[in-house]
């Protein structure tokens, strides 16, 4: 006689039951879609996509200019900034343009200062504007590591014109229009005397062109005061300042 196996099927749950169900399913506060919670991640890659473009445009300084242009590799900019090299090309296409991004990152900005500055405020002179930018630049130049990027062009610019004609766009163009502006300013004002020195603003300028190549020259020899020579400089070109 044959044994009877339990059965192993499990209930049919009541109709009513299911109904029950589908109800409470739907009260059920859904789920929020993945494509509503993807705006902060992508956030958050943005944020870490530009902290890799900062470490990878601060490491370039360093190699730059510890070994100048010619001689700097990607792969060392890439092994300080602490990425892969191919990292370094989904921001700039070579070294070139990311020597370009060094210069308009870290040198521009000063110099479109000057472009956008309008006539001296009431109560200030020309020579006051001269003498404020000359002491920013000072500051912010000379006496720091763009001073160093400067001095990089000065040397290797004839070698890579590219370079020499990037900056000049970039930098040496805006701040002579800037210069020129100023002095055609003073001359018509009557604080400059020399009427053709609108002609050569490099003039107005050179000295920091000569402070630059002296820090790193001969500072040690001689060390120079580059704010007191250019307030000799500028009392050649406006007259000296009257003491009361």
Do not use: C
């Amino acid at each position: 006689m044959s044994k009877i196996r339990p059965s192993t099927r499990r209930p049919t749950k009541p109709a009513k039951n299911r109904v029950v169900s589908r109800a409470a399913a739907a009260r059920t506060p859904k789920v929020v879609s993945a494509k509503v919670e993807s705006a902060k991640p992508a956030s958050n890659r943005a944020e870490r996509a530009a902290e890799r473009r900062g470490a990878i445009i601060e490491a370039a300084m360093d190699e730059f200019i510890a070994r100048g242009f010619a001689a700097t590799r990607l792969d060392d900019v890439a092994k300080r900034a602490g990425v892969a090299k191919g990292t370094i090309y989904l921001h700039f296409k070579d070294k070139e343009a990311l020597f370009e991004e060094l210069i308009r990152t870290a040198i521009v900005p000063l110099v479109n200062r000057l472009a956008a500055a309008g006539p001296p405020p009431a109560g200030a002179s020309i020579r006051d504007m001269v003498e404020n930018f000359a002491r920013a630049f000072i500051h912010d130049v000379v006496t720091t590591r763009r001073g160093d990027i400067v001095r990089l062009i000065v040397a290797e610019g004839p070698r890579f014109p590219d370079i020499a004609d990037f900056y000049f766009r970039e930098v040496v163009s805006k701040g002579i229009a800037g210069m020129r502006a100023l002095i055609e300013l003073g001359v018509a004002r009557g604080e400059i005397q020399q009427k053709n020195l609108a002609r050569f603003p490099q003039i107005l300028v050179a000295p920091a062109i000569v402070a630059i190549i002296w820090q790193s020259l001969f500072s040690k020899h001689a060390p120079l005061d580059a704010n007191e020579m250019f307030r000799v400089h500028l009392d050649l070109i406006f007259g000296e300042r009257r003491t009361t």
